[in-house]
Every structure is written in C-alpha cells, then in structure tokens.
C-alpha cells in the first residue's frame, strides 16, 4: 500500500523547538513492520496509535530523543 510517511524528530534544546520534518510517499507493506526493522538493534520504545481514517501514528523514544512516524494512506 501506499503512504505518506512524515517523520518528526523532536528537538531536545531548550533554546530551539523547531523540529526536523522528513516527508516521502512510499510503498510500505506493513507500518509495524517498517518501525520495528527502524528500531532494531536501537534502545527503543514504540506507542502506536490507529485512527479511523487508516492513519498509522508511531511515537518513539530512540536513545532518548523522541521521534513520530505518521503513515497517511495515499488513494
């Protein structure tokens, strides 16, 4: 299936709140898939939430620095 996948990665400086945003549509057979083979091997933690509309939302904690995935399917 096709998504968009947006990934945010949160600034943890106190002085900066901007965030690093990575936006690309893609061919993603499994979403819990795509960020289990992006965790491995990293110390990380995944909350995932599903929404009506077949959006996937993942927040991550990597080491330490939080990150989001969003899988918005593309029609």
Same mark, same amino acid.
């Given at each position: 299936?096709?998504?968009?996948?947006?990934?945010?990665?949160?600034?943890?400086? /106190?002085?900066?709140?901007?965030?690093?945003?990575?936006?690309?549509?893609?061919?993603?057979? /499994? $979403? /819990?898939?795509?960020?289990?083979?992006?965790?491995?091997?990293? =110390?990380?933690?995944?909350? =995932?939430?599903?929404?009506? /509309?077949?959006?996937?939302?993942?927040?991550?904690?990597?080491?330490?620095?939080?990150?989001?995935?969003?899988?918005? $399917?593309?029609?």
């Amino acid at each position: 299936m096709k998504y968009e996948v947006v990934r945010e990665i949160f600034n943890m400086c /106190d002085l900066n709140k901007m965030r690093d945003i990575f936006i690309e549509e893609k061919e993603v057979e /499994d $979403p /819990d898939a795509y960020v289990k083979e992006y965790c491995e091997g990293k =110390d990380a933690s995944v909350e =995932d939430v599903s929404k009506t /509309d077949g959006t996937r939302i993942y927040y991550l904690n990597v080491s330490g620095m939080r990150q989001k995935f969003t899988f918005t $399917p593309v029609n």
